[in-house]
Structure formats: structure tokens, C-alpha cells
Nanobody, 121 residues
């Protein structure tokens, strides 16, 4: 059974930093690309960052230069370091992994329960 458990969300002032963590189980973590998505109230879910099994990364334009995705294969954990946070970063952040043969987690994937990030102005 695949489980993804996010942590680290909080209330923070604009300009502050947070680090989100996602602990994975039930998958061979080191062979899987991992993803962070977010969904703000009234908005569609969007891909924030992704990291491949070999460590290549990809970011949404809105977070480039501020967020960093990383992984620790020994701990089966993926991280999202968020710096220079803005009120528009307020959202529920989800960790995800795609199922075998799926093109993305949105196509067919496993998702965590989400962690709330609120950035006050």
C-alpha cells in the first residue's frame, strides 16, 4: 500500500521560509520521480515542482528561484524548500507519485493528504 505523508505546512509571514517534507512508503522510492502540487481556494491544482529519480528538477515559473525540490533516497523523503514566500503561495500542498505507465500523477497517481501553507501579508 502506497502512503505519502506530508508535513511542514504552517502560517508564515510574507518573505519567510518553510520546508515541506513528504515521507513515502510502499514504493521503491529511489526509482520514482516525485512531485509537489498545490491548490489554492477556488483555483485549479497546479504542479509546483518535480524531481526525477536521478535528481533532475523542474519548477513552475511562479516559484523558480524561490523554491527548491530535493530528495533523500535513504529516508524515502522528498522536500520542498520554500523561500521568499508570497501571499499568493497560500495553498494546500500535495506530494504525489505517478503509478506505473501513467504519464503523470494527474493521469493516475498516488497522493498525500496535503499540508496547509498560509502566507500572511
Amino acid at each position: 500500500q502506497v502512503q505519502l505523508v506530508e508535513s511542514g505546512g504552517s502560517l508564515v509571514q510574507a518573505g519567510g521560509s518553510l520546508r515541506l517534507s513528504c515521507a513515502a512508503s510502499g514504493i521503491i522510492f529511489k526509482f520514482n520521480a516525485m512531485y509537489w502540487y498545490r491548490q489554492a481556494p477556488g483555483k485549479q491544482r497546479e504542479l509546483v515542482a518535480a524531481i526525477t529519480s536521478v535528481g533532475s528538477t523542474n519548477y513552475a515559473d511562479s516559484v523558480k528561484g524561490r523554491f527548491t525540490i530535493s530528495r533523500d533516497n535513504a529516508k524515502n523523503t522528498v522536500y520542498l524548500q520554500m523561500n521568499s514566500l508570497k501571499p499568493e503561495d497560500t495553498a494546500v500542498y500535495y506530494c504525489a507519485v505517478r503509478q506505473s505507465f501513467a504519464s503523470s500523477p494527474e493521469d493516475n497517481g498516488y497522493w498525500g493528504q496535503g499540508t496547509q501553507v498560509t502566507v500572511s501579508s
